[in-house]
Every structure is written in structure tokens, then in C-alpha cells.
């Protein structure tokens, strides 16, 4: 369906908050989507869940912590916190109600029908309990711990994304009863297969169906599955903490019993077991969420792993970086190769391993090379790249990894390679007070023919060679020795001090980039209607920024942002915003590059564009460590031109926003699709690495 016309708007900014559920249910009409392999579409309803869950353990938190300190600030949209959590609370209500039928009265149907069964205990035959009962006896019960609760045994603590069983039991001959806390230990899959078949149980009813076992004697009363999530956030006082290291390890401890912020029950729970969850954890019945499709359906995600490759994505095969392959095939110097010239890659297109990878391990065992320094917010556990710097320190070489502890959901990880680095004698910082590291960048020093070369890399993305393979991000190798200058000064200013340092190249926030990016956006409007602006990102919510845009298309500069998820601008509005556009991709590969494209940068139909780690964001600007990188090289610029095009002409992926905040699915515009980013991207990366002689 398309957009009808509707009030005015009454706010010159979207909600935050809402704007991003509006993101989840964009990902969640994927898993809707007939015309996605079926297991992607399970995928897709993982995500959905898995996203929620982080939204109210960091979101939500908050605003019920401005609630609870009387904040009365409002957002620049104008609602205060308490009014935020009841839209929130409304919001949810319906995307659970879709995402619930959608599991039960879509998904699971058709994996029946392509002979994956998730079924009820209840619809066993006597075979497969008994199978399954002796699995139970085997495998679970000795692993699980009932917890009573009576005047000698005080109410358990809840630990939070846990699948519970709460228990009521009665002993023979008597009315008294008691309650019982079952957590369901995490080693367990969200589903039990039947062993020998495709057949799926929810791990919870194989647990009620066996509760016996664990209470014997008694009579079981009822059973309900009930699931807690709790504040994720980081009580951090850095100014205090005279090792930020061991501050962050206490702090993740500490979380495990931060504040409840959600109660999930199963239908039909007794009201006396509600109330106890309620008084225990501290919640009320606006925190109550009732589903019946299985708590916790992120854990489906399980399914994915099935070997049905028929019910997935063909891969798409990343190509070598034709560059670094090249000089492979010749045996050549690839630090060479860098000095003829720049390199743009394209992950998930060109293959992170031979790439990024590539330069580093290089980098690690080249004699020549006398440092490495490099910026780490999120890393895998498999990742070669901190097998590399381990290589490189214990080469001699020296080598600094700043490790951002506080990066969200990868504090302890973090810590766990940050020791692992020390130990090999790779010297850690650990960022800086009140500001998170977030930039993405590494620096080479090597030694050449009795001077020094600086070779960088620097990138939208994680070096995480994991998410490499699904995250859509772009990075520059390049050996230009004023970036390589600015980066010795970045590397300086986070492992030193110092608060006058001058960037030649680079846009740094906090300290430039903030004013930079506000430059830029006032030179288009000199041009008027010949003025062009083209960005790319996760997140727009700055207002000052916004606002920017906004007196930019009152100029009729022509503005068009490609926002993966949160956006606070109201596009189309007449006398504020006619000029601008608003579009958002959602589909296998998480968008996640960020690109800024100003058409009159450098004077009159000279363009500028830059790459880097940082959304339009208060927190990125204000509050993070980030950088942006010029692309200078014309031919490289075109590239990435090539890839704004793309985004922009997609009928397929794309959704665009309208005044309201409304997104309409770009594909329910045209009768026939001509364009799927992903699969275009892939064509255009293949074709290049294949050049016509």
C-alpha cells in the first residue's frame, strides 16, 4: 500500500526511540517476505527478536532511569521520558503481535512443509516423548538446579535473557503450595530436536513435561515460562577509576543485577506467581509483555545452521582484492603497490582476508616494518588480527592496540584479547576518559631507504572478521603521508594527551568534525538548487545537523540520505524539507558504511567525499573518538560515487520515509524490480577484479 495524506507535522524532528522500532519493523517484514528463502526469513525473525531485546536493555533502560530520577528534559521532538515509554510500550505491543503470528502462522507452517517440524509436546506420539524423555534423563537433568522458595530459601536472583520455568507444586493430601524458580541453563538449544528426526520441541515443554523428575512426591500445580531482561548498561565512573581495566570488569559484574526492566510470561501464568515476579524483580504491569510464540525467539537463529543450503541465499563469493592479488601473483612488494596508489575495498565484496588481512600480516613479519598502531572497538574470536599484532610484537616491532573496553555487549571479550595482546607485549591503552574510541584505523610505520613511510587503513567497519563476511562497509589503503601524518597525531592524542592537535586531512571528532560536516553542508547552499548532498549512514539524529539540511533544502540544495536505521528528519515537507529524501536498505548484508558526498567540497562541480567510522549522531560527534578520510583519487572517488548510485536507484532493498515517519517498502512502487543492491554490488566487484584487456 502506499502513503495517504495526513495531518501536518507537528514536530520539526522524529522520535529517536520510535524512529528505531520503525528500523526493527523493517527487518522484521523481511521475515514476512514470501519471496525470501524460507531460513532467511527465520534469520530475519531472529534479528527482529535479538534487536528488541538489546532495545530494552539499553533504551528502554534509560528512560525508565529518567523516570525513576524525576528528568523532566524533553527530546527535541518534545516528549518527555515517561510519555516515550508509554508510545514504546504501544509500539512494541503491535510488532510483537505481528512478529508472534508471523513465527506461528507463517514460519512454522511452511518449515512443515519443507519437512522441518516445530511442534508441541503435546503432539508427540508416545515414541518420541519416550526419546525424548530419555534424552531429558541423560543430557539435561543433571545439569539443572530447582531453586524452592520459602522462609529458608529467599527468592533467586533472575539473570537477565534467561528462560525460566516458574513451578508450582502442591504436596499430597494438602492445599499449601509452593513456588519454584527452573532457570533453563544456556548450554541448551532454544529447541530440542527428536533424535534421529527433524522434529523440534521448545526446550522449555520438554522441562514441564518432566518436572517430576525434579520434584518428586509432589503434585505439579502449573508451570509457565517467564524470561527477564535487565539494564545492560555500564555504571562507569572513569574520573574515578584509577584502572580503567578492572573498573569495567567490576561494572560487567555488577550487571548481572542491574535493574529489571521487562517481564515476558507464556498466556496464562497464575496471577498469585505474576504478582510474586512483579513484587520480586520490581516491575509493574506496564512491563508485562504476554506472547504466546516461544520467549526468547532469538535462539531460532539455531535453525539457520540446518544443512539446507536450498533455504538460504546462494553466497555470493568475495572477490580478491585485484590489487593484492595482483602483486601475490607476482611475488611483489604490496607496500609498493600501495605507494603507486590508493585502494578502496568493499566488504563483503572484496574479501576482508585479502585485504585487510592481508596488509597486516604482511605488515606483522616485513623486516622493515618498525610499528604498527591500531584502533579495536569490536573484534572476533577467531580473528587473525590480533594474531598478527601478537606476531609483530613478539618480532620486535612496536605495536600499539587501542582497545575500547565499554564498546556495548563486547566489554568482556574485549578485555579477554586486551590481556591476551599484553601478555605478548603489545602495548594497550584503553581509550579515553568519557569518550569511547569508535574510529576504525591502523598505521604502518616501515622503514625505507633512510626515511620512514606511513601506510594506513581506514575504514567504516569493525576488524571483525566475522561480521566482515555480512557487514556492508567500505575501507581506503592508502600511503599518503599527510594522512599518515594525522594518524601519528590521532595515535598521539589517545595514547598521550594533549588537546591542540591539528589535522591536515582527516576530520577528527570530537575536536573537527562536528564543524567540518557543518562547513561542508553551508558550502552546498551557496550553490542553491546546483548544490548536491549524498550521505550514508546507520543513524541521523543530531538535531543542530538536521537543522543544517533543513536550511539547506530551503536553499534547494538537492539532499538524499540513505539511513539504515534511526532517522530523526521529516523529509518532504513543504517549506522546510521539499529537497530531501530519505531511503533505507534492508536485506542480506547489514549496511553499515558511512559516506559523505558534497558535490561543490573542493570549489564549483568539484566534489568531495569522505569515508569514515562516524553517523550524525550527538554521541559520535560529541562523545566518541571517529574519522573521516578524504577520498582524493578521482578514480576511487567514482567508485564509491558508483555505490551511492546504486543505493539510490535499488527498487527492491529500499524503503522511503515519508513526513510522518512512516517507511513504505520502494518495491510496492514499481511493477517490476530492476534493482537489488547486494546483487548489483557483487556484479560490479566481480566485473572489476575481471577487467576487459
Excluded at 168 to 175: I, L, W
Excluded at 372 to 385: A, F, N, Q
Excluded at 630 to 648: G, K, T, Y
Aim: proline share 6%.
Amino acid at each position: 500500500m502506499l502513503p495517504t495524506s495526513r495531518r501536518p507535522p507537528t514536530s520539526r524532528f522524529l522520535n529517536r526511540e520510535l524512529s528505531w522500532l520503525e528500523f526493527n519493523r523493517r527487518v522484521l517484514s523481511l521475515a514476512r517476505d514470501a519471496g525470501q528463502p524460507l531460513l532467511e526469513r527465520v534469520r530475519y525473525a531472529a534479528i527482529f527478536a535479538n534487536n528488541l531485546d538489546e532495545f530494552f536493555q539499553v533504551r528502554v533502560a534509560g528512560l525508565k532511569d529518567q523516570v525513576a530520577a524525576g528528568v523532566a528534559t524533553r527530546t527535541p521532538d518534545g516528549r518527555t521520558a515517561r510519555r516515550q515509554l508509554q508510545e514504546i510500550r504501544e509500539r512494541v505491543e503491535e510488532l510483537a503481535a505481528i512478529h508472534e503470528a508471523c513465527f506461528l502462522d507463517e514460519l512454522v507452517p511452511e518449515l512443515a512443509d519443507a519437512g522441518i517440524q516445530i511442534v508441541h509436546w503435546q503432539a508427540l506420539d508416545g515414541a518420541d516423548r519416550k526419546t525424548l524423555t530419555e534424552e531429558f534423563h541423560e543430557r539435561i537433568f543433571p545439569i539443572l538446579t530447582p531453586l524452592a522458595v520459602d522462609p529458608s530459601h529467599p527468592f533467586p536472583y533472575i539473570s537477565n535473557l534467561s528462560l525460566n520455568l516458574a513451578v508450582v507444586a502442591r504436596q499430597p493430601g494438602t492445599d499449601a503450595t509452593r513456588f519454584a524458580r527452573l532457570k533453563v541453563p544456556s548450554s541448551l538449544p532454544r529447541f530440542l530436536a527428536v533424535p534421529g528426526t527433524a522434529r523440534y520441541v521448545p526446550v522449555e515443554q520438554v522441562l514441564a513435561a518432566n518436572l517430576d523428575a525434579l520434584f518428586p512426591g509432589v503434585d505439579i500445580v502449573s508451570s509457565g515460562a517467564f524470561r527477564v531482561t535487565r539494564n545492560a548498561d555500564l555504571d562507569l565512573d572513569e574520573e574515578e577509576a584509577e584502572d580503567l581495566l578492572a573498573a569495567v570488569e567490576l561494572e560487567l559484574r555488577r550487571r548481572r543485577f542491574n535493574q529489571s526492566v521487562r517481564l515476558e510470561i507464556a498466556p496464562g501464568m497464575d496471577p498469585e506467581i505474576l504478582a510474586l515476579l512483579l513484587e520480586e524483580l520490581d516491575l509493574d504491569d506496564a512491563d508485562v509483555y504476554v506472547s504466546r510464540a516461544p520467549l526468547g525467539l532469538a535462539g531460532s537463529a539455531m535453525l539457520t545452521a540446518l544443512d539446507r543450503p536450498e533455504l538460504l541465499h546462494t553466497p555470493l563469493t568475495p572477490i580478491p582484492e585485484p590489487r593484492f592479488a595482483e602483486v601475490d601473483a607476482e611475488g611483489g612488494d604490496l607496500f609498493a603497490a600501495l605507494r603507486s596508489g590508493d585502494v578502496l575495498v568493499h566488504h563483503p565484496y572484496v574479501s576482508f582476508r585479502s585485504s585487510v588481512e592481508t596488509f597486516l600480516h604482511r605488515a606483522a613479519s616485513d623486516p622493515s616494518v618498525l610499528a604498527i598502531k591500531m584502533t579495536l572497538y569490536r573484534t572476533s574470536g577467531d580473528t587473525p588480527i590480533i594474531n598478527a599484532l601478537i606476531r609483530a610484537a613478539e618480532l620486535g616491532k612496536q605495536v600499539v592496540a587501542l582497545v575500547e573496553l565499554k564498546a556495548r555487549f563486547d566489554e568482556q571479550a574485549n578485555i579477554e584479547w586486551a590481556r591476551r595482546l599484553e601478555k605478548a607485549g603489545v602495548h594497550v591503552v584503553y581509550g579515553l576518559v568519557g569518550l569511547k574510541t569508535h574510529t576504525k584505523t591502523t598505521l604502518v610505520i616501515r622503514q625505507e631507504e633512510g626515511r620512514l613511510r606511513r601506510y594506513a587503513h581506514i575504514g567504516t567497519g569493525n576488524y571483525n572478521s566475522r561480521t566482515a563476511r555480512i557487514y556492508e562497509d567500505l575501507g581506503l589503503f592508502t600511503a599518503d603521508e599527510q594522512i599518515g601524518n594525522d594518524l601519528i597525531n590521532l595515535f598521539n592524542f589517545l595514547t598521550g594527551f594533549g588537546y591542540e592537535t591539528i589535522y591536515r586531512k582527516l576530520l577528527v571528532a570530537p575536536q573537527s568534525l562536528r564543524a567540518a560536516i557543518t562547513e561542508l553542508i553551508r558550502g552546498e547552499r551557496a550553490h542553491g538548487p546546483g548544490g548536491r548532498i549524498v550521505m550514508k549512514m546507520n543513524s541521523l539524529v543530531d538535531p543542530d545537523l538536521i537543522d543544517e539540511l533543513y536550511a539547506a533544502s530551503g536553499d534547494g540544495v538537492q539532499i538524499d540520505l540513505i539511513v539504515r536505521g534511526i532517522c530523526c528528519l521529516r523529509p518532504g515537507v513543504s517549506g522546510m524539507s521539499e529537497h530531501i529524501r530519505v531511503r533505507s536498505l534492508i536485506g542480506r548484508y547489514l549496511e553499515h558504511s558511512r559516506v559523505y558526498l558534497f558535490a561543490n567540497g573542493g570549489g564549483p562541480s568539484v566534489p568531495v567525499c569522505y569515508i569514515g567510522s562516524a553517523d550524525l549522531m550527538p554521541r559520535n560527534l560529541d562523545r566518541r573518538i571517529e574519522a573521516l578520510v578524504p577520498i582524493d583519487d578521482p578514480a576511487l572517488r567514482r567508485q564509491v560515487e558508483d555505490v551511492l548510485a546504486v543505493n539510490l536507484e535499488d527498487d527492491s532493498l529500499a524503503w522511503r520515509l515519508d513526513a510522518d515517519g512512516d517507511w513504505w517498502p520502494v518495491a510496492e512502487e514499481h511493477l517490476a524490480h530492476h534493482m537489488d543492491t547486494h546483487l548489483r554490488m557483487h556484479e560490479l566487484w566481480t566485473a572489476r577484479s575481471h577487467p576487459v584487456r
